[in-house]
């Protein structure tokens, strides 16, 4: 909570500095933009005999305000709002008991096709962004760099068998993740790289009696929409 308290005052010292500005010099203008992303999900940290399977994938989007911090527009800051969905496939089943979940390698169950993890979030990106563009020229090459954080609304373990299907709520999964990002590219297509500084489960997950401290790294790429 201190640290969004924070990051709400940070903002709004921004957004002061940046009206500042726009009353010293009007040639300057903002980039607020609609991004849309689609990533590959690894999985870092992998306890042994942990192994990732089939394609997890991930889709984010959302909106981001830009704050610009110099008269030509070329350095900002971006404070953007947004939604994801992630998708980690591995042998790890889960089971879900009365008392809590337990968790497996997915050789020892008959007939075992795939499993996955499902985590739905909301997310608030924060960049520091540098581009070389103008008012008149909307292709440009940017370089944002800065930090995401994440709450999970709703996480799903799901397990698929020869002979059955199971799903159920995953609370093992912890609700507040964040870590670095970096995007560059030119004009739309852009290089997109998120890397987790929390772990994927908290610590009642539990695989051969060792916490499972999985962290993502999620790779792919991001399109930006004035």
Known sequence: MRLFIFVLIFISGLACFSQNMSTANSERYFEDQF??????????????????????YGLHGGILKD???????????????????????????VSE???????????????????????????????????????????????????????????????VTSDFRDGFFNTDVNSFQYGPTFNVGYNTFNVHIYYS?????????????????IKPLRVGLIFYIL
């Open 67 to 93: 704050i610009p911090l110099n008269g030509k527009g070329t350095k900002a800051i971006g404070v953007g709002l947004g939604l994801a969905l992630n998708t980690y496939y591995s042998n790890v089943v």
């Open 197 to 213: 500084l929390t772990e994927l489960f908290g610590d009642n997950a539990i695989l051969n009696n060792e916490s499972i401290d």
């Open 35 to 56: 991004y849309l992303g689609i990533t590959y999900n690894f999985i870092r940290n992998r306890p042994e005999g942990l192994n990732q399977r089939n394609l997890s």
């Open 97 to 159: 008991l009365p008392d809590g979940f337990v968790y497996d390698f997915g050789g020892t169950i008959p007939g075992f096709k795939r499993s996955k993890v499902e985590t739905h979030l909301i997310e608030f990106p924060l960049e520091f962004r540098w581009r070389n563009s103008t008012l008149e020229d909307y292709k440009f090459w940017r370089i944002y760099a800065g930090v995401k954080f994440g709450y999970v609304v709703g996480a799903r373990s799901k397990l």
